[in-house]
C-alpha cells in the first residue's frame, strides 16, 4: 500500500505544473530558511496527511454465517429464542 501511494505522489501533475507569479515569493522563501530535503520532505508530509489511511479489511461473512440465525437475548432476559433479519422475513 505504501508502495502505491509514494508512486501516487511521484506522478501527481501537480510536480509538473508550472510556478504562478503567486507561489514564487512563498518558494523563494521556502528555500531560503530550509534545505531542499527539509522542503521535500514537508511536502510529502503533507501530501500523505491529506490521503486517507488505510482500512483494516475485515473479510465478509460466508453465506452459511449470513443465513444463519442469530440469539438475541438469552443473557439478558434468560429466554432462548431467534431474530430473523429483515432479509429473512
Same mark, same amino acid.
Given at each position: 500500500?505504501? /508502495?502505491?501511494? +509514494? !508512486? ?29 530535503? !527539509?522542503? *521535500?520532505? *514537508? ?7 491529506? /490521503?486517507? *489511511? ?10 452459511? !454465517? *449470513? ?6 437475548? +438469552? ?15
Amino acid at each position: 500500500m505504501a /508502495q502505491r501511494d +509514494q !508512486q501516487r505522489l511521484l506522478d501527481d501533475p501537480v510536480l509538473s505544473d508550472p510556478i504562478t507569479d503567486d507561489e514564487r515569493a512563498i518558494v523563494s522563501a521556502l528555500f531560503e530558511r530550509h534545505e531542499v530535503e !527539509q522542503i *521535500a520532505a *514537508a511536502f510529502a508530509r503533507l501530501y500523505r496527511k491529506g /490521503q486517507p *489511511a488505510p482500512e483494516e479489511l475485515i473479510a465478509p461473512p460466508t453465506h452459511a !454465517q *449470513a443465513a444463519t440465525p442469530q440469539r438475541h437475548g +438469552q443473557a439478558q432476559s434468560g429466554g432462548s429464542h431467534y431474530c430473523r433479519s429483515r432479509a429473512e422475513s
